[in-house]
């Protein structure tokens, strides 16, 4: 499957932004799928997971103000990003993986074959 990251932009502190994924190729169905992140100099850093259409996991440091969804008919996977923070600033990836992952499996970005290009977000304060 090929993915396409895109909503990435600029916006100040206290403001949302949503990030889409696009993919081509199967279904999202098909997948378990995955948002992560990379700040300037730092390693990349998992954000939010969605396996079997339902089933939520969120980073500590996003949980309560990002939501991950998917719209398998539409083979799109979202991240609806509020309250941003200037340590949110990262370029933002998307993943798919196999479907079965467990939540733990799910964080982590070995687990996933296939990556997006990345969407780059800045959050100014």
């Known amino acids: 499957v090929q993915l396409q990251a895109s909503g990435g932009g600029s916006v100040q502190a206290g403001g949302p932004l949503r990030l889409s994924c696009a993919a081509s190729?199967?279904?999202?169905?098909?997948?378990?799928m995955g948002w992560f992140r990379q700040a300037v100099g730092k390693e990349r850093e998992f954000v939010a997971s969605?396996?079997?259409?339902?089933?939520?996991s969120y980073a500590g440091s996003v949980k309560g103000r990002f939501t991950i969804s998917r719209d398998n008919a539409k083979t799109t996977m979202y991240l609806q990003m509020n309250s941003l923070k200037p340590e949110d600033t990262a370029v933002y990836y998307c993943?798919?993986?196999?479907?079965?992952?467990?939540?733990?499996?799910?964080?982590?970005?070995?687990?996933?074959?296939?990556w997006g290009q990345g969407t780059q977000v800045t959050v100014s304060s």
């Open positions: 969605i396996r079997q259409n339902t089933l939520t």
């Open positions: 993943a798919a993986g196999p479907r079965g992952l467990i939540m733990s499996a799910s964080q982590m970005g070995s687990s996933y074959e296939n």
């Open positions: 190729g199967r279904t999202l169905s098909s997948y378990a």
